[in-house]
């Protein structure tokens, strides 16, 4: 199948010269002649074997008898009595296939089957799986919305994540990397960079510093649309971020912003207590959470900020200079929170729970201040592990 997708004909003929898959000649056109003859040769081969198959790939690829396979599937769903259907492993070799074949031409709507931006799959599972953050939720979908929809974007996006440990900060970022990349983490188009992990002795910096602006030159060149997460932010030097800053503030106005866009994303513990003592003065005032403003906690965090030690992430020229689009607060945790996070866990997994269980995961985390015992000292970084207490 691999050969007929890639020739022209079948098995034994010599393909014809093929011009590169590159954007300024545009893809061939998958209903011109040279995609029909693929089309035929696939059909006659795939269709002999099972039409049911053949179907499925043919509107996963060519898009041709959509709507014969549509209303077939709805007869199998209406039918009482169990029909053949796909082996689960056959569909997932035909989603494999028809992602490589795609790879080649422009049969994306993105026209690069890495990217998908699915801005709805990315707020509906931040409202339903990100507790206790109203904040981000709102502030990262209407950014990277906002940024992907501009048809000429100035420069790069570039969020700054700040929150305790456990809060949702590396969580958000996962979601980010899954709802616009087809393979996540793992996409061509991201890059993930751990300070303590990747650059760990400040006596090596100007090695890291050209190993990092080769690492990431190289994800832009491969990939129009690139996601670069910077974990453990605080602990950069500010050198290493200063290398960076070209990256961040390159000028879109020639014609190139709609071939190149990058996101930056930088998660860290800075700003960790003051958000929480914002929090704790809303609490202790009668007031929801959910009354913290925006505006509020960005003033706060740049004050605190501007205090930290020299050589440090807040004393780079990312901030000196305003390249950080949005400060992003992430709230403290309460109870029930951490109670919304096992569920989570034991749905993930598979299992069976109740409230009780949920109220016993809760009470094995640790809460502060010690008079109040009101957020939860890590979040729930820790909530995955402790249902383990749980399993016959």
Known sequence: LLLLLGSSGSPGTTPPPRAPWAEEQGAVPERGPWGRVRYEAVKKHLGALSKQYWQYLACKVWQEGCEEEEKQQEEREASPIPGWGFPLVGQDYLEILSAW????????????????????????????????????????????QGFLQSPWPRRALVLSFHGWSGTGKNFVARMVANHLYRDGLRSDCVRVF????????????????????????????????????????????????????????????????????????????????????????FWRAGRAREEISLE?????????????????????????????????????????????????????????????????VAQMMVFVPKEEKLFSAQGCKSVPQRINYFLP
């Open 101 to 144: 074949y795609c790879s080649f031409g422009k049969c994306c709507e993105t026209g690069d089957c890495r990217i998908i931006n699915n801005i709805t799959g990315l707020e509906a599972d931040l409202s339903g799986q990100l507790h206790g953050q109203h904040l981000a939720k709102d502030v990262v979908v209407r950014a990277v």
């Open 194 to 281: 751990i300070s303590l992990l990747h650059f760990p002795h400040h006596n090596y910096v100007d090695s890291y510093k050209a190993q990092l602006q080769r690492q990431i030159s190289e994800t832009l060149q491969r990939c129009r649309q690139a996601l670069l997460i910077f974990d453990e932010a605080e602990k950069l030097h500010s050198s290493l971020l200063d290398a960076i800053k070209p990256f961040m503030a390159q000028d879109s106005s020639k014609g190139l912003a709609d071939q190149q866009r990058s996101i930056f994303l930088f998660l860290s513990n800075l700003g960790g207590n003051t958000i929480n003592e914002v929090a704790l003065d």
């Open 296 to 360: 509020l906690l960005e003033q706060r965090l740049r004050l605190e900020l501007q205090e930290a030690a020299e050589n440090s992430y807040a004393h780079s020229q990312l901030l000196r200079e305003n390249l950080i689009d949005f400060v992003v607060p992430f709230l403290p945790l309460e109870y029930h929170h951490v109670k919304l996070c096992a569920r989570d866990a034991f749905l993930a997994r598979g299992l069976p729970y109740t409230e009780a269980t949920l109220d016993q």
